[in-house]
């Protein structure tokens, strides 16, 4: 049994000599061409990791803090910092300036807390893109009160307590002096 054709509600159904002569009529008809046009399109936007960025904020802001705990970390010697277990020659090499210098971040006009987030921030973004020698230039503290040096001694004191650190030295005068710290990295 031959199931009829299913109309669709509201539309006339056509008599079959109806559609025979629009059959004929339309024999000669070529479909049009296609609009010389490009669809639009656009690429989707990357997805935003947002808990991935609040919970690196965090661990910066943490990082950050860590130069500023009760327990003030003293090093003997502030213009260089050398892991525990590592070779001397490598401060050497960090002042001769063995490695090229492929990043830096300059503090200048930073408060000692804004200082320590940036360098906080500059040191994981060093690390997620395997950069291995960088400088920080925090000023010889001219222009803070007293002119004492503020953000020189909480930034090295902040790199000497970073894991990711290997050494660090107070550089030749033409790459900043006592006013920048050049950091080995642990990548």
């Known amino acids: 049994m031959k199931r009829p054709a299913r109309e669709l509600p509201g539309e006339p159904s056509a008599a079959p000599e109806d559609v025979a002569i629009f059959r004929a009529e339309m024999r ?3 479909p049009a061409p296609p609009a ?12 935003v990791p947002a808990q991935r960025l609040r919970d690196e904020r965090a661990v910066i802001e943490e990082l950050a803090r860590l130069g500023t705990d009760g327990d003030e970390v003293e090093l003997e ?13 490598i401060l050497r090499k960090l002042r ?16 000692a807390e804004e200082a320590a987030r940036a360098t906080a921030r500059f040191l994981a973004d060093c690390l997620r893109r395997g950069v291995r020698c960088v400088r920080i230039v925090h000023g010889k503290g001219l222009g803070s ?4 040096p503020v953000l020189k001694r909480r930034i090295r004191r902040l790199l000497a307590r970073r894991s990711e650190v ?5 550089p030749r005068a033409v790459h900043g002096g006592g006013g920048a710290v050049v950091a080995l990295l642990d990548a």
């Open 28 to 30: 000669d008809v070529a």
């Open 36 to 47: 010389n046009r490009v669809e639009p399109w656009r690429r989707r936007p990357a997805p």
């Open 77 to 89: 010697d502030d213009s260089a910092y050398l892991r525990p277990g590592l070779p001397r020659d």
């Open 96 to 111: 001769r300036a063995h490695w090229t210098i492929q990043d830096q971040v300059d503090l200048h006009g930073l408060t």
């Open 145 to 148: 009160r007293g002119r004492e």
């Open 166 to 170: 290997l050494a660090f030295v107070e």
